[in-house]
Each structure stands twice: as C-alpha cells, then as structure tokens.
C-alpha cells in the first residue's frame, strides 16, 4: 500500500467546491489529509467538467474514508473566513496546510470600461480576502512546533493566474489583483521564512473550469488561448493538482517564495 505523505495533516482549502479546488482537496484528502472545506455553496458549479457533479466534495471525501467539514465562506468577508479558520481549527485540533484558490474573474471588458464596482469586488476577493486568508494560517502555524520530518511549521500555496505574469487584453483588473497575490507570495515567504513556513503560488494557463465554461464554447475565444499555449493540448485541473500536492509534500521544504507557471508554456514568450 502507498504511503499517504500528509496523514495527521490539516488543510483548508478555499474554492473547494468546484474546479482546481475541488481537485486539490480530493488529492490532499487522498494523501490521508483531514479537509477543512471553504466555498460560497457546498454543491459543485454545475457548469464544471467534473464527471461526479452531483455529488459535493466533503460528500466525496468522506465516502472514500477521509474527513472532510464544509464551511460556507465569501473571502470578501472577513466574518466568515474567521468563523471557517476558527471552527476549523476547533475540529481538527491545528492547521498545517492553506490553499487559496477562492478567486473572482469576470466577463473580457476593455480598462476603460471597467467600473469601480467591478474594481472593488476583484481586490475584495482576490488582494484583501486571499490576504486574510494567508494571515490567519500563519498565525494557526505560529502557534505549533515545527514538524521536522516534514521540514515545515506550516504550507501556504496561493491559487493566482498566467494573467498576474504577462498582460493580456481586456482584464485589466483581473490581471493587476492576481499579480498582487503573485509578490503577496514572494513579500510574505521572506518574512515568514525564518519560522519554517513556506509559503509559494500556482500561476495557471488555460485550465478547463466551470468559471471558464463560457470562453471554452466560444471557439473565437480557444482558438486564440490554443495559439497562445504551446503544448498541445489546455490545461485540466489535474495540472494544477500535481504541483499543489507536491508543494503540500516533504520534498518541497525547502522551497518558499516561488511562483510556478503552470501553463504549457504560455508565458515563455511568443509561440512560432
């Protein structure tokens, strides 16, 4: 039997309803992995790509002999994020692991035409409430030894996007908060390095998502993201998954403040 990496681990994952958060908690939980689950509703996005969408991820969890708890949570605001941590953390006696993938993206307007609204509700979820998130787990990590086997007090891994390392049209507000989380990463990993907390970020390309459903049935829209992306084929949450899990493992511990493109290549510059 395969050894399970993160048995007497906890892990709070926001966005974990549908999509890559989804995919995250299933995985974590697979490695043996209690889940503390964060999300606007506990029921899957029904416009995803899962195959099992009826059935919700602590559902899933717990049936195949993991643990799993739900906590409706907006990251826009602070109460139920608090409540999440807290009640989270009561139930599972700590907190070792924190993965931020709650995010907010929002139909391809020009800068112009972007409103305050629209402003205001992207740096809520994406700058303020991802922020809240990294604080209280780093806060939950101050409070516990460091686990030496493990290498780390604590892990970190913020969700953020291709779009915070080269600019692309028409998501002028998108990109600008997701690369606030990228340097979030870098600027709270140097001061946290010292306590053994690691904290690192996912950029992801084109991944297929509920959120993304409508840009992959507008073939104008695939069409332009297939040119952009080198490898041959788009992203699947399973892409993201991989670099997550080992960012959660032993092997990763001396690794902090890194931002990985996962992407098929999209950000290395302009395709032939």
Not at 7 to 32: H, N, W, Y
Not at 220 to 247: E, N, S, Y
């Amino acid at each position: 039997m395969a050894e399970k990496t993160l048995d007497g681990k906890v892990a709070l994952v926001t966005g974990s309803s549908s999509g890559m958060g989804r995919d995250i908690s299933i995985a974590l939980a697979k490695q043996g992995a209690s889940i503390i689950c964060c999300d606007l509703k506990s029921e899957a996005n029904p416009a995803g790509f899962e195959n099992d969408l009826d059935t919700t991820t602590v559902d899933l969890i717990n049936k195949r002999g993991g643990q799993a708890v739900f906590f409706k949570v907006d990251i826009s605001q602070v109460a139920e994020i608090e409540h999440a941590f807290g009640e989270g953390i009561v139930k599972f006696g700590r907190l070792d692991i924190a993965v931020n993938c709650a995010g907010y993206w929002a139909p391809f307007r020009k800068f112009a035409a972007e409103d305050d609204d629209l402003w205001q509700k992207m740096s809520a979820v994406n700058v303020l409430g991802t922020a809240k998130c990294n604080r209280l787990a780093i806060q939950q990590f101050l409070r516990q030894e460091v686990d030496t086997a493990w290498g780390s007090r604590g892990r970190i891994i913020n969700i953020s996007s291709c779009a915070a390392n080269i600019a692309f049209p028409h998501e002028v507000a998108y990109s600008a908060t997701k690369a606030a989380i990228n340097h979030m990463t870098r600027a709270g990993a140097l001061d946290h390095a010292q306590d053994w907390i690691n904290i690192n970020c996912v950029a992801p390309g084109v991944v297929a998502t509920g959120m993304a459903r409508k840009n992959f049935e507008d073939d104008q829209i695939i069409k332009h993201m297939q040119k952009a992306t080198p490898w041959p084929r788009l992203g699947t949450v399973g892409d993201i998954t991989g670099i997550v899990v080992f960012l959660c493992g032993r092997q990763s511990a001396w690794l902090t403040g890194q931002i990985y493109a996962v992407d098929g290549g999209m950000t290395l510059g302009v395709t032939p």
